[in-house]
């Protein structure tokens, strides 16, 4: 059975930073590309970044290129978002997914 459980979300000012993770089990981790969407209270859900099975290819939304970083840790089944400069549009829900599965979620509020 396919597991992604997130953590590290919170609430920070703007300007703030925070990193997240998702701790996957129940697949091979390091044969799957993996992705980050958010979901913002009353929206749909919006695709963030995507990262290669590799780790070395990853691509990002316009909305935080430049802000947010994705990376893996393929030896210990877990997938990162660090998120720097963060802004009250960044409010949401965070998941991670494999294909069309996806976690729970973590919390992410920026405000002052």
């Known amino acids: 059975e396919v597991q992604l459980v997130e953590s590290g979300g919170g609430l920070v000012q703007p300007g703030g930073s925070l990193k997240l993770s998702c701790a996957a089990s129940g697949f091979t981790f390091s044969n799957y590309p993996m992705k980050w969407y958010r979901q913002a209270p009353g929206k749909g859900l919006e695709w963030v970044s995507t990262i290669d099975k590799h780790g070395l290819i990853t691509l990002y939304s316009p909305s935080v290129k430049g802000r947010f970083t994705i990376s893996r840790d393929n030896a210990k089944n877990i997938l990162y978002l660090q998120m720097y400069s963060l802004k009250p549009e960044d409010t949401a829900m965070y998941h991670c997914?494999?294909?069309?599965?996806r976690g729970q979620g973590t919390q992410v509020t920026v405000s002052s």
């Open positions: 997914t494999k294909e069309a599965e």
